[in-house]
């Protein structure tokens, strides 16, 4: 599936059309390129907060995760709806129901060092 011309509004039923080595996070309908790569730097990062994370939640009713998920900003069920969605490094989720749709999280990390 082709991505949408410059000025047209991406929904997740279409990005879920692309092929998995394929990342964007698209706000407002907008697509954003999530390349290049992380480096292991950021690698690293992102590592040891999942680790600390992980380790505090263990036994708690949330959960952490960490990159690639993706993650929907709108209250929204229906991925032909949906304009909004990130990929952040962790997402902490509290309620197990939110899991599949991954919106109205407890906590979003984006890890910004080089």
Known sequence: MPMPEKGQPFTYAQYMMLDEDVRYEVIDGQVFNMSPAPTPKHQAVQRELLVEFATYLRGKECTVFGAPI?????????????????????????DKNKMALHHKLYLIIEDRCA
């Open 70 to 94: 993706d993650v929907c900003l709108a209250d929204r069920d229906d991925p032909e709806q949906i304009r909004e969605w990130v990929e952040p490094d962790l997402v902490v989720v509290c």
